[in-house]
């Protein structure tokens, strides 16, 4: 069983950064990936940005250009570096281990991030 912890949330003011770290129990091998996701009040769950055990990223074009998603050399933390954040990023921001070949998703608690303005 995987488990995830996210860490790094807070209040922040509009054009500010904040840093998410999520610590799997495992490390990120090649073929699987880690993602984080975030869910706004009333809204679905939407996919922010994803690494892969090779190292490839992905952004969605809401965050892309602001979000950086990037992995420690233990392969065990991966990091969402957020910067120029809008008040329409606020949320609750999950981190998700993905063992592809088993199909299987480890989730995280959860951290809310909040964006004044």
């Known amino acids: 069983q995987v488990q995830v912890v996210e860490s790094g949330g807070g209040l922040v003011q509009a054009g500010g950064s904040l840093r998410l770290s999520c610590t799997a129990t495992?490390?990120?091998?090649?073929?699987?990936?880690m993602a984080w996701y975030r869910q706004a009040p009333g809204k679905q769950r939407e996919l922010v940005a994803t690494?892969?055990?090779?190292?490839?990223?992905s952004s969605s074009d809401s965050v892309k250009g602001r979000f950086t998603i990037s992995r420690d050399n233990t392969r065990k933390t991966v990091y969402l570096q957020m910067n120029t954040l809008k008040t329409e990023d606020t949320a609750v921001y999950y981190c998700a281990y993905r063992d592809l070949p088993r199909k299987k998703d480890y989730w995280g608690q959860g951290t809310q991030v909040t964006v004044s303005s």
């Open positions: 495992v490390m990120l091998f090649s073929g699987n990936a």
């Open positions: 690494i892969t055990g090779d190292g490839l990223t």
